[in-house]
């Protein structure tokens, strides 16, 4: 993004981020109704085995295990009988971080809601989801979050729920 709009990976790194925080600030919070599927997907806390055979450790064991590894669960109402003959596989589609390579569990919270938001505009056409999150973005007010980032300010704590 930053070779695109031609600015430097910092200023490309907080714009990111803070189209993240506008989704999640604009974001439909209206209850659930009718068949809705749940899942959920443990994400970070990678423990790396150690290069030694007899210096390894259990890694299924609670206290081998890494504090940022989190659990973000996922619910999805069903719209169509497609997706109701599909079972539980679609909560199980729903989060794909694959292009994300490190979240910091204070900032998981916008990461998981930008994927859910791809995945509800995945059947939108490019025009509307940039008119939509571009409204959301003119919509959010100044981010308390990334506002001075790099001079600093960081968000001091996570959000265990959202």
């Known amino acids: 993004m930053g070779r695109d709009l031609r600015v430097s990976h910092k200023t490309a790194y907080v714009l990111l981020h803070k189209i993240r925080e506008s989704l999640l600030v604009g974001r439909d919070e209206c209850a659930l109704s009718g068949a809705v599927h749940v899942d959920g997907a443990y994400v970070g806390g990678k423990v790396r085995p150690e290069n030694r055979k007899e210096d390894r450790v259990d890694r299924r064991l609670a206290e081998n295990q890494d504090a940022d590894k989190r659990c973000i669960l996922v619910m999805r109402q069903v719209h169509g009988e497609a997706e109701v003959a599909a079972g539980n596989a679609g909560a199980r589609k729903t989060l794909t971080f694959s292009q994300i390579h490190k979240m910091a ?28 999150s571009f409204g959301k973005c003119a919509r959010a007010l100044v981010s308390r979050d990334w506002c001075g980032y790099w ?8 959000s265990l729920a959202v």
């Open 105 to 132: 569990p204070k900032y998981l919270d916008n990461y998981a809601n930008e994927m859910a938001y791809r995945e509800d505009a995945r059947r939108w056409s490019n025009g509307d989801i940039f008119r939509d």
């Open 151 to 158: 001079q600093g300010n960081h968000r001091q704590g996570e």
